[in-house]
């Protein structure tokens, strides 16, 4: 059975979809048999990504499939080591189906407040829900400013949430790798790579303690 692990937010564009690539794709170079369950069938960006890298040959290949359910992608889950469920945005129910899923749920969030008040009070809701705390996650996305990290996060641990180690910074080098089918962790810059791969490899560590 797979270790599943899910992106999930209310907010559109906060990085699920991009943490859900990278970590499928570190996950895949670490030989881990790996799938993205491309959860958002009216967008499919993960599916296009994924269309992209495969016609132009990227290495490694990253496994990528649509589905209407969280259920219906779990079904698979037995085949692969690790199963990464991007989410939609805007969807209460199918994210408490697709948390309930998971065994860790990462939500992606800017650091303004405008970003960091509604993340927080999404997994208020997953928990008054019934998924455990322990499971939920968050992950600094655009960051400006080491500043403007530290600050982040001590706004999410004071609510009571875990924030993986590492963030990624605002940069247009990661959609320019994203549009060209490659992850934010093989961007044609060694330091950029090497900040996205560290928050990475936290979320790994995470689920294989
Ligand atoms: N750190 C970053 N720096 C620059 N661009 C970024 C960064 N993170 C994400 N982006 C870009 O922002 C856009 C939205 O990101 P992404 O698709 O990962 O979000 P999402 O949460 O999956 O969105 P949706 O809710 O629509 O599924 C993409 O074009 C992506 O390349
Ligand atoms: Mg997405």
């Known amino acids: 059975m797979a270790a599943v692990i899910?992106?999930?937010?209310?907010?559109?564009?906060?990085g699920?979809?991009?943490?859900?690539?990278?970590v499928a794709r570190e996950a895949a170079a670490g030989g881990l048999q790996t799938k993205i369950a491309d959860l958002d069938t009216q967008q499919g960006t993960s599916v296009d990504w994924h269309r992209t890298r495969m016609d132009s040959g990227i290495e490694p290949v990253v496994s990528v499939e649509s589905y209407k359910t969280a259920s219906q992608a779990l079904a698979v889950a037995k085949h692969f080591d690790l199963l990464v469920l991007d989410g939609p945005a805007r969807t209460s129910q199918a994210t408490?189906?697709?948390?309930?899923?998971a065994d860790l749920v990462v939500q992606p969030t800017g650091a303004?407040?405008?970003d960091l008040r509604p993340a927080v009070r999404e997994f208020h809701a997953l928990v008054k829900a019934g998924v455990d705390r322990g499971r939920l996650t968050f992950?600094?996305?655009?960051i400006g400013t080491d500043a403007e990290e530290a600050d982040a996060r001590a706004f999410l641990e004071e609510a009571g949430y875990s924030v993986l180690e590492g963030c990624l910074v605002e940069?247009?080098?990661?959609?320019?790798?994203?549009?060209a089918g490659f992850a934010v962790t093989e961007t044609r810059y060694a330091a950029l790579n090497a900040r996205a791969d560290a928050l990475i490899q936290a979320l790994i560590d995470r689920i294989s303690r």
């Open 112 to 114: 303004s407040l405008d």
């Open 6 to 14: 899910a992106f999930v937010s209310q907010k559109g564009g906060v």
């Open 171 to 179: 940069r247009a080098s990661y959609r320019k790798a994203q549009n």
């Open 16 to 22: 699920k979809s991009t943490l859900a690539r990278a």
């Open 96 to 101: 408490l189906d697709i948390a309930k899923s």
């Open 139 to 142: 992950a600094l996305n655009r």
